[in-house]
């Protein structure tokens, strides 16, 4: 028998960055009292802190729950890691850092697809500006003050700056601020940094609330399912050192574990499809068939050059002197390639003319690798990868088993449709006018991934397949939606449709993905979640 945490007002499940939000705000009414759960652990080695750690981090079970995808048929049958954070913070503890909204016509859809034009631009944008601490200062699109700091990098590299003339002269404008609303142009991107350290959600919304007496935090508690009592959840049920413990909660219990975690929670507590819950043998609770549905994701493609006359990380990761001047450059003045993000250089802009805005994002780095977690070349390089931002190929999230320690099937079925498949052969094409032109020529690029002879739309989609990976930003399946939508998870209050006392908030509710990085959108959907939890507390 479970033995009781005891009961709570809030019980939330998942601390990565939509979590911590929510324990933040929940619990900074003293009258309630609000329970945290996480499956992972705590936010405290070494390499979650210094920002190229991410490469010790994602593949590593310490902080990495390291999911693999199903094999892909647009991936050319490959299968591959869907890294998700395994700690406080979550993703925000792993991923590149980089702050982006997304496009005022991504948010407008919503609005539309819901019906609620509290979830439009124009009123988002007040949220995302009342978490943000921006570096430029308070004025009509940034905030000061806030939790979530952002801050411009602290290093630069000329191939980049070359790679970015390049880009104007193809006709890709420069731009000072991404995060406008339409992100069109190119320039460094803005990350989530404080001082050279990485800036997770842990530090910046968690910590200051966890002296409250109203919130308990309970890390490698594994939820097992939610507990049911006719057409409302009352709590959850999870394991936590080899014991089962249950904790209830009085007025709501949320999801916050992603967009794995949460319809896998979902699945395994019968609230689902209900085809595929019978074909595990867990009996159907609430039929919802959308759960696990419409997962969206940005897929990659690795475009690398081999240069000459410029000096690139390769050479100095490769020498035991470049590694003792990065370590040195970190220690005494927090700056240099120990505060690199993933990707330093950002450019927005359309794959073919008919798209009305910017279709395609480039991270543009400033070395190169056979696949991630490989050495880097010996040789100079960069790559300069390219996404669509709006891909029309739908996946899926379902259960493989009614094991909760068990990984779900993940299939983000990339380059499934034909305008997918058009756009990531237009991106490797345009990638090629960039590396074309004369802002470049002095460095004699030389593409060797995924190969120059490869011409054809054919030869470019299969490439497109050979080269593709993900860019860590699964969204879309737990998707808010209309009451007349079948597919619909949550209403556009986040509640779970058909059920009392559940809410999902976290980047799963996303009905379409938004144009750009996926982490910052979240912690404006836990903002807003909070505020909708706390308008119906006291209705």
């Not at 990495?64 to 954070?85: F, V």
Request: charged share 25%.
């Amino acid at each position: 028998m479970a033995r009781s945490l005891g009961s709570f007002d809030y019980v939330i499940v998942g601390a990565g960055t939509a979590g911590c939000v929510l324990a933040n705000r929940l619990s900074a009414d003293p009258e309630v009292s609000v329970l945290l759960l996480e499956a992972g652990g705590r936010d405290d080695w070494i390499w979650i802190h210094i920002p190229v750690g991410y490469l010790y981090c994602i593949g590593n079970p310490r902080t990495d729950w390291c999911y693999r995808t199903e094999p892909c048929a647009g991936l050319n049958g490959r299968s591959i890691l869907y890294a998700r954070g395994k700690v406080l913070g979550g993703c925000s503890s792993i991923n590149a850092m980089i702050y982006m909204r997304g496009q005022q016509r991504d948010y407008d859809e919503w609005a539309r697809l819901t019906g609620d034009s509290g979830w439009s631009w124009e009123s988002v944008l007040p949220v995302f500006r009342r978490s943000e601490d921006h570096w430029r200062g308070a004025d009509a699109l940034h905030g000061a003050g806030g939790e979530w700091r952002v801050e411009r990098q602290r290093l630069g590299w000329e191939i980049l700056d070359a790679f970015q003339a390049a880009a104007e002269e193809a006709g890709i404008p420069r731009t000072e601020d991404f995060n406008r609303g339409d992100n069109d142009g190119s320039g460094k991107f803005e990350v989530n940094q404080k001082r050279g350290v990485r800036w997770n959600a842990s530090k910046a919304f968690l910590r200051p609330a966890q002296g409250r007496p109203n919130l308990t935090v309970i890390t490698d508690a594994l939820v097992r399912r939610l507990r049911l009592e006719g057409g409302r959840v009352t709590g959850v049920e999870f394991r936590r050192a080899g014991e089962e413990q249950l904790a209830e909660a009085r007025i709501e219990t949320i999801l916050a574990a992603g967009a794995i975690g949460s319809p896998q929670i979902l699945q395994l507590s019968g609230i689902g499809p209900g085809s595929l819950l019978a074909g595990h043998g867990i009996p159907v609770a609430h039929e919802l068939p959308g759960v696990g549905e419409n997962l969206q994701d940005h897929l990659q493609l690795r475009m690398a050059f081999k240069v000459k006359n410029v000096v690139t990380l390769n050479q100095i990761a490769n020498s035991w002197l470049g590694k003792a001047k990065m370590g040195l450059e970190y220690l005494f003045l927090r700056s240099g390639p120990l505060t690199m993000a993933p990707s330093q250089l950002g450019l927005f802009t359309r794959s073919s003319p008919g798209h009305a805005t910017p279709n395609i994002e480039y991270h543009v780095q400033p070395l190169s690798l056979d696949k991630f977690g490989d050495p880097l070349h010996r040789f100079p390089a960069f790559t300069a990868s390219v996404c669509n931002l709006r891909p029309t190929s739908r996946g899926f999230v379902r259960i493989a088993s009614p094991e909760p320690a068990a990984a779900p099937a993940i299939q983000p079925n990339y380059l499934a449709t034909p305008e997918d498949q058009r756009a990531a052969a237009d991106s490797l094409r345009l990638t090629r006018r960039i590396a074309r032109a004369r802002a470049l020529a002095r460095y004699e690029p030389e593409e060797f991934l995924p190969g120059p002879q490869l011409q054809s739309d054919a030869e470019l989609v299969k490439a497109a397949g050979d080269v593709g990976t993900t860019i860590f930003h699964p969204v879309g399946t737990c998707r808010m939606g209309r009451a007349d939508d079948p597919q619909a998870v949550v209403d556009s209050r986040l509640r779970v449709r058909g059920l009392a006392g559940l809410r999902v908030i976290d980047a799963s509710v996303m009905p379409v993905i938004t144009s750009g990085n996926t982490n910052s959108p979240t912690v404006m959907i836990a903002e807003r979640g909070a505020e909708l939890l706390r308008a119906d507390r006291k209705r």
